[in-house]
């Protein structure tokens, strides 16, 4: 019996093997088939399905009224735009209090949505999930430093880990999340010193934004990269469309200024 056909996508070993091999991860959010398929086509390896869709798609203030449908139907939608690249999903605010909650709503992340990982936020309060999700099979990001379904806990949108004790426990959650079995991690909003000693302390690839060059990746939400986000766009990131003429190019351009190290420079670094 012929085998069905099935579309090769990037794993997380490749990811892994990246990271071996020097070679910088590209990542962008996408919340739609049209976008997925831009993003997927220039390049880009690990497709993140953000909870900043509740601010750049819904017009809300922060991430948390997010809901574990509508992530599920954002996933859905880009799966359908990517051929090549990991699609990663967030599990948003509350959907993972605790193991068993976190299994229930990652598995309608990967059976509705298709997603291939789910993405956490936080260190050692989510350890416990992140070991069910791995032990029941479903591949793990963790999320550290900045933690935008915190914000009204943190009190606002601001680095982290600049004082030496706070940047410790980040190191060491980023060491506990490798240990319960993540297979990569963002890291948000932290002083680009601090991003390459965790990208040196653990083996999983490191993923910034906003945190420096010398990780093994980058990510940027799409929207502020493409100048279409409503507001201020953040420090960290860059507007690509300036020098592109369309969003294919700007896109392009990203994907080559992460691959060569030119972004993110000095300007977009804490
Ligand atoms: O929700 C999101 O878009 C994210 C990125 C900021 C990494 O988590």
Do not use: W
């Amino acid at each position: 019996m012929s085998q069905p056909s099935a579309r090769k996508h990037i794993t997380n070993t490749e990811l892994l093997a990246m990271k071996v091999r020097g070679e910088k991860i590209v990542s962008l959010t996408a919340y739609d088939a049209s976008f997925a398929h831009i993003l997927d086509k220039a390049g880009v390896e690990m497709i993140l399905v953000g909870d900043s869709l509740g601010m750049v798609v819904q017009g809300q203030s922060t991430t948390v009224p997010v809901t574990i449908e509508e992530m599920a139907y954002h996933s859905k939608l880009v799966s359908r735009g990517i051929e090549r690249a990991l699609l990663v999903t967030d599990m948003p605010f509350m959907s993972y209090p605790d193991p068993h909650s976190a299994v229930e709503n990652a598995a309608v992340l990967m059976q509705q949505g298709h997603a291939h990982m789910v993405k956490l936020e936080g260190g050692q309060k989510i350890l416990d999930s992140v070991e069910h999700l791995v032990n029941q099979g479903i591949p793990v990001c963790g999320h550290l430093g900045l933690l935008p379904q915190s914000v009204n806990q943190l009190g606002g949108y601001k680095v982290q880990g600049k004082e030496d004790a706070e940047a410790n426990i980040i190191i060491h959650d980023a060491k506990c999340l490798q240990q319960a079995g993540a297979s990569a991690i963002v890291v948000e909003c932290i002083p680009a010193s601090l991003a390459e000693k965790i990208t040196q302390a653990v083996d999983i690839p490191i993923i910034g934004i906003g945190a420096g060059v010398n990780c093994d990746g980058q990510v940027l939400v799409s929207y502020d990269m493409l100048d279409i986000t409503v507001g201020k766009r953040p420090k960290f990131s860059k507007n690509f469309m300036l020098e592109a003429g369309n969003v294919a190019d700007a896109v392009g351009a990203y994907v080559s200024a992460v691959k060569n190290k030119t972004f993110p420079s000095q300007e977009h670094s804490f």
